[in-house]
């Protein structure tokens, strides 16, 4: 509980007179200041820090800003003394980059805003900040923050086309330059893979390139995936992700295809087709047969084979080869030509297609008997008027509404023939 909320004002009152005899321990004073403040390199960044008496007026005897870093220890950057004005006693470098913002700084003018602002930012002044206050009879007060000098990288991604094999390749790489701290990189890809790591420091930068280079087994498979680079840095409010297309150049992968496997003597409209799959594109298809050259019957047509018509000489083993500027690859389908067409066989050997149709007429004609049956049952029992209700009631079937069918003919059959469910 907040003491000073819970007093009544009088009582306030009287405390305040006591607070000069507590100035002299630094409690009465209070340094305001941030705990971090982030610099863009070559920017300008401001330190503040200020004073806040606590209820008592106070004559600032000094101010101070000190700077730690873990090499060169502590120094005295930046003074300001009521009668000497402001001071700059650090004689090593940045000394020139330094201000206090402060419109008073004259001497003897109230010096409360000791806020001080670094020019053109350097790695180097990525350090430890103490501001410390003197007054009278405030006592002492003082406070640190730590200044983080950033810069924003710059990123870009790159695939490489390379050839298929068994041994992983760098398929892809990512760069970020000019991060202060050095970037954060990371990959995501459906293939497996690993990433290698190259961190260096830009000499006279104070920035850093991180580089990391994708590896993988180089399939075929790999060919036209999207690897994803994300990079993340404390500049940048989202990751950015940069996409690449890995490419991996690779021989013909052949297979033959065709329309059905109904191979017949006298056949017109009869062809396989040569399927590749390749980088680069393939450059020629080449048809022939195991005995060597093809039957006279067969046509090539770049990725096509068409028969004009299926002869006995048909009957045999082809090959197609196809050849990009990498190699050749192939592949073979052996053919077997019958006397009929396979469709003609199998029909001849079950039903004819006027028995198929017999049969459905048949079947129709007695569903649609069994229905009017069951229409007559239906208009004889009360409370169930309902044409277009589908749901079996409990010893009242369902009418063959609008929209029944052959389905719902099927299941009024079935509803009469086995026990009555309800659904
Ligand atoms: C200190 O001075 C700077 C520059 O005039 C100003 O931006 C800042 O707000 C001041 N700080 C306070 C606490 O008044
Ligand atoms: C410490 O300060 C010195 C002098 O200003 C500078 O050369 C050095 O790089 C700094 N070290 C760190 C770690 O910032
Ligand atoms: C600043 O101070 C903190 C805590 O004392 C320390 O961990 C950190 O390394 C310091 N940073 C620099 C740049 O000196
Ligand atoms: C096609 O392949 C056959 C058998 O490998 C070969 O003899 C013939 O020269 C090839 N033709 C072309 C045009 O490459
Ligand atoms: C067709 O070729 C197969 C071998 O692929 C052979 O067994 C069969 O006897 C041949 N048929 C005719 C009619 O030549
Ligand atoms: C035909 O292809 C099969 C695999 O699809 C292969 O095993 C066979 O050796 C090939 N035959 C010829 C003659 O190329």
């Known amino acids: 509980m907040d003491l000073a ?22 409690q009465s004073i209070h340094v305001k200041m941030l705990a971090v403040v982030h610099g863009l390199l070559g920017k300008d960044v401001q330190l503040p820090c200020h004073l806040v008496p606590k209820g008592v007026e106070v004559q600032v005897s000094q101010v101070t800003w000190l700077r730690q870093n873990q090499t060169s220890g502590t120094m005295s ?28 700084q004259d001497p003897g003018s109230e010096f409360h805003n000791a806020t001080l602002l670094i020019r053109d930012l350097r790695g180097e002044d990525e350090a430890n900040y103490t501001c410390e206050f003197a007054t009278f009879p405030g006592g002492n007060g003082k406070g640190t923050t730590l200044l983080r000098v ?6 870009h991604a790159e695939s490489y086309e390379v050839a298929s094999g068994p041994d992983p390749v760098t398929m892809a790489s990512c760069v ?5 701290p050095p970037a954060r990189i990371s990959w995501s890809s459906l293939l497996a893979g690993q990433s290698h790591e190259t961190r260096t420091a830009e000499p006279g930068s104070d920035t850093f390139t991180v580089t990391s280079h994708l590896t993988q087994v180089p399939m075929a498979r790999a060919n036209g995936e999207k690897a994803i680079c994300k990079v993340e840095h404390e500049t940048l409010r989202e990751p950015a992700l940069l996409s690449v297309t890995l490419a991996v150049r690779y021989c013909p992968e052949v297979s033959i295809s065709s329309h059905d496997d109904d191979w017949y003597v006298g056949r017109t409209e009869a062809s396989l087709n040569c399927d590749a799959q390749s980088n680069p594109e393939p450059t ?7 005995s060597g050259s093809l039957p006279s019957t067969a046509v090539s047509q770049g990725a096509m084979l068409i028969f004009h018509p299926v002869d006995w000489s048909v009957n045999t083993t ?3 080869q196809v050849t990009n500027a990498l190699g050749t690859g192939w592949a073979n389908r052996t ?15 079950s039903l004819s297609t006027g028995q198929v149709v017999a049969i459905v007429v048949g079947v129709i004609s007695v569903l649609s008997i069994l229905g009017v049956f069951l229409w007559k049952r239906k208009s004889l029992c ?26 719902d003919s099927v299941e009024a059959l079935a509803a009469a023939l086995g026990p009555v469910q309800g659904r």
């Open 5 to 26: 909320s819970s007093l009544p004002f009088s009582l306030l009152l009287l405390l305040l007179p006591l607070s000069p005899c507590l100035g002299a321990t630094p």
């Open 77 to 104: 950057i930046a003074v300001y003394h009521p009668t000497h004005g402001v001071g700059f006693p650090s004689t090593g470098p940045g000394v020139e980059r330094l201000a206090f913002v402060s419109q008073s």
């Open 150 to 155: 950033l810069a924003e990288p710059k990123s």
């Open 176 to 180: 970020s330059s000019g991060g202060r």
């Open 284 to 290: 020629s298809y080449n048809w022939s047969t195991i």
């Open 318 to 320: 082809f090959i197609c």
């Open 335 to 349: 053919i077997h030509v019958k006397e009929t067409s396979s469709a003609k066989e199998s029909s001849a050997a």
């Open 382 to 407: 009360p409370g169930h008027q309902d044409r277009s209700a589908t749901q079996v009631r409990r010893g009242c079937l369902f009418s063959f509404g609008a929209g029944s069918g052959l389905r």
